[in-house]
């Protein structure tokens, strides 16, 4: 149970991955409330191309808007990426570095997401950044050790308060309909805040993998989770709605 005051904003993220359309934005605008769920901030990261639409289509909102990644380099002969200060320009606040499914489907390294995140706050994005252990790294017992490494090698070594998120995916837990154990969670983010509070500077954590209204009440009132990173269910507006109104309410009810 949290057992702290709750000062920040809990955050709701979805990333919408290589989906969504303007009907869907237009969707989203008609069945959202204009106002977040109290204790909460909404953002959507969303490919790209659509980031301007969504500023539109939720202009009346109280919706941020982030990319799914940016380059690490400010501009130049990089054929086919944006960078930080484009996603800015397009109306991104935030931006997703290394997700696990960049991480594998692109071989993106940690040192490449280190300079993804300092590129990102350079050019006046907040990164979240993703950690995750896959599943024959939580078999083998070592799961804290790949999470605590990624996470030293992922953040830059100057970040200050305020301008990373960071976000605990286990990769085993990704699109299968089952989020990680509450026990598994607990455990994740305390060493992640504790690493983070003696190395670095406290930053939010999330958790990301299989968040559904129905199992954010119970994740939710976990310590040190301070938001969730949804994909399939922030693509249902009812569904992204129901997250931020549970997590609300747990929020409420909990000592924080
Ligand atoms: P799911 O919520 O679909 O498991 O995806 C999680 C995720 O990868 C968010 O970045």
Redesign the pocket.
Known sequence: MKNTAQTEPFLVIG?W?MNGTRELLHKFACDLETTAPAGCTQVLCLPSVIIPNAVDALADHNIEIGGQNCSSHPSGAFTGEVSSTMLVEAGAKWV?VG???RRTGFSETDEEVNSKADAAITGGLVPII?VGECSADREDGRHLDVILDQLAASTPSNLQLGEAVI?Y?PVW????GKSASEDQVREAHDAIAAWLKENLVPLPVLY????KPDSAADLAAIRNVDGF??????LDPASFKGIGTVSSETLSKAQR
């Open positions: 990333n991955k997703i997700h696990s499914e993703c976000a995916e837990a990704i699109g299968s990301g993998g299989s968040v990173l949804v994909g399939g269910a922030s």
